[in-house]
């Protein structure tokens, strides 16, 4: 039965290609697609008009968003953009090499994202187990996923490889950034209750487990929470785009099926990794928590905050100086005059 989905979803795929190739272009009269215009930068721009509804919300709220509001937005814009010329020349050229750099660079940039930017503590060589966590979970879900349910031929058809990466990156970066969260943040609040487990004799993965167990149900709960709604209050954004893009609904139900379990299993699979990871360098050999190894974004900010305000002071003192010996030296010339 999975061969039979598998072979239909792949049999849409290319017909999708086809489809785009010809009947967009004004090629395909027989094909089924219904009418569609092309969209152009005034529809983008009719459409961003909505986002003034965020930026009165926090106006008139004081939510002070008004600055991560434009700044969101303009990444949307230009990532996106960005990202269309990117795939244009790997689709056309269908070479395993830019798949797999594409690939890789996308993965870099999601641990890139989870360690800098969305993490509100940081632990020792987190970068380098955050991306191992990642590269191995989305790697292993996107083999399995495209060569054997989905059936692509070859594995890694950028048509269907790409997208499906992305979606399990973006979903796996939220799970491990919730995860590690969780973790550092409960080593850090539960700092006294953890350290007395360990006086009483405990290991380190007895008094790490309840925080464990936390931060991986925490991280898992809105993909579960996710996979419970769609189809009964959400259309998910593959289904509504393959159905946009005019392929049969069963496919794209099948498809959105396939893609939800994949994403559910590589959320789990880079959370479990990047927590279990994360625990055993917080906790030493011999049993004690290294708050040492926790770095918090605010200290960091504190840190660049207290060094430009020196940088500045000493700017301004340097000018002072300045300008007072160019007064003495005025004064000096007067009373040489």
Same mark, same amino acid.
């Given at each position: 039965?999975?061969?039979?989905? *598998?072979? &239909?979803?792949?049999?849409?795929?290319?017909?999708?290609?086809?489809?785009? !190739?010809?009947?967009?272009?004004?090629?395909?009269?027989?094909?089924?697609?219904? =009418?569609?215009?092309?969209?152009? $930068?005034?529809?983008?721009?009719?459409?961003?008009?909505?986002?003034?509804?965020?930026?009165?919300?926090?106006?008139?709220?004081?939510?002070?968003?008004? !600055?991560?509001?434009?700044?969101?937005?303009?990444?949307?814009?230009?990532?996106?953009?960005?990202?269309?010329?990117?795939? !244009?020349?790997?689709?056309?050229?269908? =070479?395993?090499?830019?798949?797999?750099?594409?690939?890789?660079?996308?993965?870099?940039?999601?641990?890139?994202?989870?360690?800098?930017?969305?993490?509100?503590?940081?632990? =020792?060589?987190?970068?380098?187990?955050?991306?191992?966590?990642?590269?191995?979970?989305?790697?292993?879900?996107?083999?399995?996923?495209?060569?054997?349910?989905?059936?692509?031929?070859? $594995?890694?058809?950028?048509?269907?490889?790409?997208?499906?990466?992305?979606?399990?990156?973006?979903?796996?970066?939220?799970?491990?950034?919730?995860?590690?969260?969780?973790?550092?943040?409960?080593?850090?609040?539960?700092?006294?209750?953890?350290?007395?487990?360990?006086?009483?004799?405990?290991?380190?993965?007895?008094?790490?487990?309840?925080?464990?167990? &936390?931060?991986?149900?925490?991280?898992?709960?809105?993909?579960?929470?996710?996979?419970?709604?769609? *189809?009964?209050?959400?259309?998910?954004?593959?289904?509504?785009?393959?159905?946009?893009?005019?392929?049969?609904?069963?496919?794209?139900?099948?498809?959105?099926?396939?893609?939800?379990?994949?994403?559910?299993?590589?959320?789990?699979?880079?959370?479990?990794?990047?927590?279990?990871?994360?625990?055993?360098?917080?906790?030493?050999?011999?049993?004690?928590?290294?708050?040492?190894?926790?770095?918090? =974004?605010?200290?960091?900010?504190?840190?660049?905050?207290?060094? $430009?305000?020196?940088?500045?002071?000493?700017?301004?003192?340097?000018?002072?100086?300045?300008?007072?010996?160019?007064?003495? *030296?005025?004064?000096? &010339?007067?009373?040489?005059?």
């Amino acid at each position: 039965m999975i061969n039979d989905v *598998g072979n &239909e979803i792949f049999s849409h795929f290319a017909f999708m290609s086809v489809h785009f !190739k010809a009947g967009w272009l004004g090629q395909g009269s027989n094909c089924t697609q219904p =009418d569609q215009h092309e969209l152009g $930068w005034s529809n983008v721009a009719i459409a961003s008009s909505l986002i003034v509804v965020n930026g009165v919300v926090s106006v008139l709220f004081g939510l002070g968003l008004e !600055k991560t509001l434009i700044i969101s937005a303009t990444r949307c814009l230009v990532q996106l953009t960005i990202m269309g010329y990117v795939l !244009k020349p790997v689709f056309e050229h269908n =070479d395993p090499l830019f798949v797999f750099a594409l690939a890789l660079t996308l993965i870099l940039i999601s641990t890139v994202e989870i360690v800098y930017n969305k993490s509100k503590h940081r632990h =020792d060589y987190m970068f380098a187990t955050v991306l191992a966590a990642m590269l191995f979970s989305v790697t292993l879900t996107s083999f399995i996923g495209n060569a054997f349910a989905i059936q692509a031929d070859p $594995w890694w058809l950028p048509r269907t490889y790409i997208p499906t990466l992305g979606m399990l990156l973006g979903n796996s970066m939220s799970g491990m950034a919730l995860g590690l969260s969780s973790v550092l943040g409960q080593a850090a609040d539960n700092k006294d209750r953890i350290e007395l487990y360990l006086s009483f004799g405990a290991s380190r993965w007895e008094a790490a487990r309840p925080v464990c167990a &936390e931060a991986i149900k925490t991280a898992l709960l809105p993909v579960l929470n996710n996979m419970s709604v769609m *189809g009964l209050i959400s259309i998910p954004g593959m289904m509504t785009g393959q159905i946009l893009g005019g392929a049969k609904i069963a496919d794209a139900v099948r498809y959105q099926q396939i893609i939800m379990f994949m994403i559910s299993a590589s959320c789990a699979i880079a959370t479990v990794m990047a927590v279990l990871s994360c625990v055993f360098i917080i906790f030493d050999d011999h049993s004690r928590l290294r708050m040492d190894r926790i770095l918090k =974004d605010a200290k960091k900010r504190k840190t660049a905050t207290r060094f $430009w305000t020196n940088v500045m002071k000493r700017f301004k003192g340097r000018n002072q100086v300045d300008h007072a010996n160019g007064q003495n *030296g005025s004064e000096a &010339e007067a009373l040489l005059r």
